[in-house]
């Protein structure tokens, strides 16, 4: 009879397993890694990888998984910046100060001018998948495609010199009409004439500091200004993502496991400060690793989920007693619940919506 592993509870015994085999039932057990999600692991970065739970992409009802693989920088880049800035200045100086003047350039020192802007607006660093995290799909699993408008008020945008034109349209047209019409017939229709009224109001309250003058002035006959408000599109935000994990460790291994899952998602969220010779905490940083998030399905990606492009982590959230505080006869506690929050990197356009985003 296995050697047993007892957690003790308050009023709870649970029995587990401290040393199991590879499998029990056919079902696998953590450490051991095949089936679909053999592809994840061994390849050519040779980045570790850790799974939860333990039947994950072996168990008929565990074969949808999501993958969080942290992309750590190579230490190659991918610009030549410092070469094509040279390129350009040594173009430049061979063209002599008229060309320069001028701008008229050679053909390669444009070419080399845009392959600096390129390099400088691209990710200079080149990434390789750093660890893989292959997990159970959460309960709820949804994504927003949201687009942001401006409300636009035409009224305001064509400002004091549209009033003041009208004005002067509408005080041209009444000296046209003085010709057959009274004084008083006049002074009541300049004074019921909008843009009239409003313009001498304007000016009035310019000399005395009332900024709201000539909306009185309006309200006296009857009228208010019209904002003629217009919808304008500004673009589209970075899409976000969060993710609720609940862990109910199984065995002491995978009690292990899952505490490497939770370093990892924090290791790969945090910034690297480097001390130099003379500051002790380092001028830079290096950023926190950005993650490729995939569905997979029986070992491939689901084409019936939307895609994540690359993402950064902005909050790792663990709770270590979400239903009470409670934990095995060694401190592991028996239940965590870990959320993740992602913002994606990338804009999601019609040509990303057509691959699949």
């Known amino acids: ?12 015994t649970k029995t587990m397993p401290i040393s199991i085999p590879t499998s029990i039932a056919g079902i696998s057990v ?20 850790l799974k939860y739970p333990r039947n994950l992409g072996t168990d008929a009802t565990r074969s949808h998984v999501i993958t969080f693989t942290s992309m750590k920088p190579s230490g190659k880049y991918k610009s030549e910046l410092a070469t094509n800035i040279t390129k350009i200045g040594t173009g430049v100086y061979q063209g002599g100060i008229k060309n320069a003047l001028t701008g008229n350039f050679s ?10 802007i390129n390099d400088i607006t691209a990710a200079d660093v080149e990434r390789i998948p750093h660890q893989s995290i292959a997990l159970y799909i959460p309960d709820t699993v949804n994504v927003t495609y949201g687009a ?12 004091k010199a549209y009033f003041l034109a009208q004005a002067g349209t509408s005080m041209i047209d009444l000296f046209k009409e003085g010709g057959d019409k009274t004084f008083e017939q006049l002074a009541n229709k300049a004074g019921s004439d909008p843009f009239l009224r409003k313009a001498v109001a304007d000016a009035v309250g310019s000399k005395l500091g009332m900024n709201n003058l000539g909306d ?87 084409p019936y989920v939307h895609k994540i492009g690359q993402s950064v982590l902005e909050n790792v959230s663990v709770d270590y007693g979400p239903n009470g505080w409670a934990t ?17 990197t990338v804009i999601v356009d019609k040509n990303r919506i057509d691959s699949g985003y």
């Open 328 to 344: 095995f006869n060694d401190g592991s506690p028996v239940q965590i619940k870990m959320t993740l929050q992602f913002k994606e």
């Open 30 to 49: 953590p450490g051991t890694i095949n089936g679909p999600l053999q592809l994840l692991y061994g390849n050519k970065y040779d980045f570790t990888g």
């Open 148 to 159: 942001s408008y401006d409300d636009i008020s035409l009224t305001e945008s064509l400002g």
């Open 107 to 116: 053909q390669e020192v444009r070419d080399n001018a845009k392959a600096l």
């Open 1 to 12: 009879m296995p050697y047993k592993y007892v957690y003790y509870l308050p009023k709870i």
């Open 216 to 302: 009185l002035a309006l309200r006296g006959i009857g009228q208010a200004m019209n904002p003629q408000l217009q919808v304008l599109f500004r673009g589209v935000g970075f899409r976000t993502f969060q993710f609720d994990f609940v862990f109910t460790p199984y065995s002491k291994e995978e009690t292990e496991s899952v505490r490497e899952i939770i370093k990892a998602f924090k290791y790969a969220s945090a910034p690297k400060i480097n001390s130099t010779a003379y500051f002790s905490q380092g001028l830079f940083m290096e950023v926190p690793y950005p993650f490729n998030i995939q569905f997979l399905y029986k070992g491939k990606e689901n």
